[in-house]
């Protein structure tokens, strides 16, 4: 079928309504970041570059969940010997608490569009809520891999110290600005 042919079906695609489905974190495509304030001179950042998991998502019925599984021995500020240290037992502790966990239980709507999410995340063994503003949000055809799939940036904040991580306050912030970005496919 020739690409003039096909690109009216292809659109028509794009327009159809999500179903309710079950999705498939992309892990090339899904980070975790974080920011956090570094002696009032600077803000510091890294990323988890391992991620996994799954989005039950329902757009007509305003519904649906996310669980996400962040690696955090994939923990990466760009300098080594620091990322060593927050792997280590006094930070991040990876060897006992190798996940992170997100997991969404409640989708946010204004009219028609998911603007939060709503949960629960899990790190170094203490569970505290967490409410992730959804700033960007799009399901449809992704045309490269030919998948119908729904991504989205999410991002929120939280205290450190509420899971145990109370080294070098004041001089290392508290709050952590957690940034989420996602990509979700149909299997």
Known sequence: ???????????????????????????????????????????QRGQFNRTSGTVQFDLEARSGNIDIRIDAASLDTGFALRDDVLRGESWFNVRDFPDILFRGQHFVFEQDQPVAVEGMLVMLGTIKPLRLDITRFKCGLNLVSRKRGCGADAQGSLRRSDFGLQNSIPFIGDQIRLRIQVEAYLP
Do not use: C, N, Q, R
């Not at 498939?24 to 600077?42: K, N, R």
């Open 1 to 43: 079928m020739p690409f003039k042919a096909l690109l009216p079906v292809l659109l028509a695609s794009l327009a159809l309504p999500t179903l309710a489905a079950d999705y498939t974190i992309d892990p090339s495509h899904t980070y975790a970041s974080f920011e956090v304030d570094h002696l009032g001179f600077s803000t």
